[in-house]
């Protein structure tokens, strides 16, 4: 015969129940009390599904990166151990937004829609933040703005990294060449202040801010950012709002101008490119 | 683990979980290898072979970051606090005796580096928090009693549930959360949990029990009713 057992008893060791660390007697008592106990028996069901939900590796996020940043500090330490010892050059970085690495010198686009998928996009500065990526973020004020914002929420110090110069900012207020030039200035200060990559990023959205040119002068500023890309250790990714940039600027800005395409799917060649040469002699026919 | 622990948690796990479930027989199969080759990657180490320490290291990188973030609470600390830990891991792998896993050994440098931030960069906050929740160790009395549907592993691909499992491990107090993290997340044993955090198996149980308890009250509303038995009957007991 089975002695009966109070819930709170039950709340008490079903813990050790999930372990197996019990009498078989008190497991016994236990499991008659779960037949008849539906408030008992959901809280056994709901505790176990937690206990195997935690224990997949797939329930907690690792920042994106981590790895590579990991043995930071080892690194330093073991270089002032040999003393000058050559360091090897990267020739490709952490991607922050998935687990994937890109190649630098690389221009992608990234289309997003929702709040989330912005902030998703923005990862791509982190594992340059963290570490010690020159880092610089382009677009207009307004949605600059949001940009710092989501890094801040990432915990990033935005203050100490701008003041550094490690995160600059540019607004979207001048004509394409007055842009491309600076930019390119920004790459070069960037590389002579000793930073092993650059990020930048550009974010383009319709209607909060006028544009200071035509849609064609944006469209040539992504056209030639390919090329200027491949001069520096440097990986540019190009954020687009679906929501509001007209179809034209989607397809010529977005697909036919930047060779790799990034989504929640990961990095990914697109087909739709369009060399630099070719892309413009079209743009320019069309006009 | 016992065959009944199995029969009450693994039975439906998924088999690339029942592998890395501490302990059971399929893993302890596995052990002569994978510690042999540890054996060999520290033994390189310590010969002078710097690039194999991050062979050592690399497959507890998550294990390092969980444990640094359950202290920490915040991935920038955490990430700094895990690449001391890594030094600290090499400079003294000499120490190493292989009495532990070398796992254990790295998570027990890494929780101590988390811990020594957190008394320099914190202290007052700390204390104020483990205050606050010392007077917890009474019974610890479930709040919500709904049956909700099993959520199976699949759903952690939907970013929603991991941001609420991240969210109700944040509402842990830190030492159920170190407890938490080292058994369930990382599914180390009671007895290797007890001794990385130098508290006895007892306080790990007792730890283990309310953390368990809470993170399935925490998880119980559900992102948006979703994992409930149904909206209707769900209301019932989460009146919003």
Known sequence: ????????????????????????????RMEAHFRQCERCSAVLDGTRNVVRLVGDDRGFDVPPGFGHRLFGKLEAHLGKAAAGAARPVPTEIPLGVTEESIALGSHAVYFWETKQQFEDGVRFLEPGLRGRDRCIVFGHDSTNRSVVEALRKKGLEVERLTAQRQLVLLSRNAPAPVILANITAEFKAGVQAGAPAIRFLGTLVFGIEPW????NDVLELEAKVTAAVQRFPSVVLCMYDVRTLPGRVLLKGGFQTHPLVLSSEGLRENPYYIPEERFLDALHRVQ | MSAAHNAALGANLPRRLQRTRVGEDSVAAAKPQVESSEAGLIRRVLDGEAEAFYDLVRPYERAIFSAAHAILENETDAEDAAQEAVVKAYTNLSRFRGDAKFSTWLVQITINEARMKLRKDRRKLYDSLDDRHEEQEGDYVPRDFADWREIPSEALQKKELRTALARALASLAPKYREVFVLRDVQQLSIAESAKILSITEASVKTRLLRARLQMRDALAPGIDGSWSTGREEYQKVRPW
Do not use: F
Not at chain 1, 8 to 16: D, G, K, M, P, Q
Not at chain 1, 212 to 215: F, N
């Open chain 1, 212 to 215: 200071p040119g035509s849609d």
């Open chain 1, 1 to 28: 015969m089975v002695i009966e057992i109070k819930c709170e008893e039950v709340w008490r060791e079903i813990s050790n129940y999930l372990e197996g660390d019990l009498s078989r007697e008190l497991r016994a």
